[in-house]
Nanobody, 126 residues
Framework: QVQLVESGGGLAQAGGSLRLSCAASGLTFSGNIMGWFRQAPGKEQEFVAAINWDGSSTKYADSVKGRFTISRDNAKNTVFLQMNSLKPDDTAVYYC???????????????????WGQGTQLTVSS
């Protein structure tokens, strides 16, 4: 079955950096659009970033643009989220998601993704 396993979360200081990874199995990874979402305490899950099958197209939420970078390694079935200039507002559980489709516009809503990981916690202290 399809599995998405996030790792790399933890505790970081404001202004610091961290890289999340999501290892995929049970799917044709290179055929999937990959996305990152997050859910902060008491808030709804929100889109963070997405990347197309070969990494040539990316999309970011305004709140992370210029600070976060999504990338992928199809040879390792892994997608990454490099997070720089972290803020306390970035504190959330981060989820990896996948959809096996090719679209001209990268999806940004929860319902557009089919597969989800269990999430990894990021806490940013001030």
């Amino acid at each position: 079955q399809v599995q998405l396993v996030e790792s790399g979360g933890g505790l970081a200081q404001a202004g610091g950096s961290l890289r999340l990874s999501c290892a995929a199995s049970g799917l044709t990874f290179s055929g999937n659009i990959m996305g990152w979402f997050r859910q902060a305490p008491g808030k709804e899950q929100e889109f963070v970033a997405a990347i197309n099958w070969d990494g040539s197209s990316t999309k970011y939420a305004d709140s992370v643009k210029g600070r976060f970078t999504i990338s992928r390694d199809n040879a390792k079935n892994t997608v990454f989220l490099q997070m720089n200039s972290l803020k306390p507002d970035d504190t959330a559980v981060y989820y990896c998601a996948a959809i096996y489709e090719s679209r001209p516009v990268l999806p940004v809503t929860i319902r557009e993704y089919k597969y989800w990981g269990q999430g990894t916690q990021l806490t940013v202290s001030s």
